[in-house]
């Protein structure tokens, strides 16, 4: 059975960093790229960023270019997400997702608060 | 980026009858549509692939059509369970995926 469990969400000072990880397993973690994707409260999905399965391309949505980098281990079967300068429109649960889109695996998701 | 549109924003229909879903891209994505299922602290869930092609153990009730810019979500029988919000997602043209802004289904 596949599963991601995310982890490291919590509350925040805007301009703060925050780490996010996800353990994968119940499936080849090196054969997939991942992708992180965001859900503001009471809002629509975006898309945030993915990794391709040796790290050696990595794609994010414009509006974390240059705060967020996405990285993994695969000897570890994890991904993660690096959130720097943090802002309140980042307050968002963070899913963790097999592929870099349309798949059935998603992880229950991580809640971030960025508030004073 | 293209944009996705959903409409209508809430749908109310009871259950038993059929329910309609439709997402507009704003330029083609061809046949990269997929369609998702969210309850309430949920994770969503895949329906649709490929605009048509039901994901692994979804229910023969769902299914999807269009390519190009038009795609429809039908829920042929409304079940109790169905009651949720649903968001398209276009992947034809990534990077970004985007998504829709969704459509409630609620019980008539």
């Known amino acids: 059975e596949v599963q991601l469990v995310e982890s490291g969400g919590g509350l925040v000072q805007p301009g703060g960093s925050l780490r996010l990880s996800c353990a994968a397993s119940?499936?080849?973690?090196?054969?997939?790229?991942m992708t992180w994707v965001r859900q503001a409260p009471g809002k629509g999905l975006e898309w945030v960023a993915s990794?391709?399965?040796?790290?050696?391309?990595?794609y994010c949505v414009d509006s974390v270019k240059g705060r967020f980098t996405i990285s993994r281990d695969n000897a570890k079967n994890s991904l993660y997400l690096q959130m720097n300068s943090l802002r309140a429109e980042d307050t968002a649960v963070y899913y963790c997702?097999?592929?870099?889109?349309?798949?059935?695996?998603w992880g229950q998701g991580t809640l971030v608060t960025v508030s004073s | 980026e293209i944009v996705m549109t959903q409409s209508p924003a809430t749908l109310s229909v009871s259950p038993g009858q059929r329910a309609t879903l439709s997402c507009r891209a704003s330029?083609?994505?061809?046949?990269?549509l997929a369609w998702y299922q969210q309850k309430p602290g949920q994770a969503p869930r895949l329906l649709i692939h490929?605009?048509?092609t039901r994901a692994t153990g979804i229910p023969a009730r769902f299914s999807g059509s269009g390519s190009g810019t038009e795609f429809t979500l039908t829920i042929s029988s409304l079940q109790s369970e169905d009651f949720a919000v649903y968001y398209c997602?276009?992947?034809?043209?990534?990077?970004?995926?985007?998504f829709g802004q969704g459509t409630k289904l609620e019980i008539k």
């Open positions: 330029q083609s994505v061809s046949s990269g």
């Open positions: 490929g605009a048509s």
């Open positions: 997602q276009q992947y034809n043209n990534w990077p970004p995926s985007t």
């Open positions: 990794i391709k399965q040796d790290g050696s391309e990595k």
């Open positions: 997702v097999r592929g870099r889109y349309a798949d059935s695996s």
């Open positions: 119940g499936f080849t973690f090196s054969d997939y790229w």
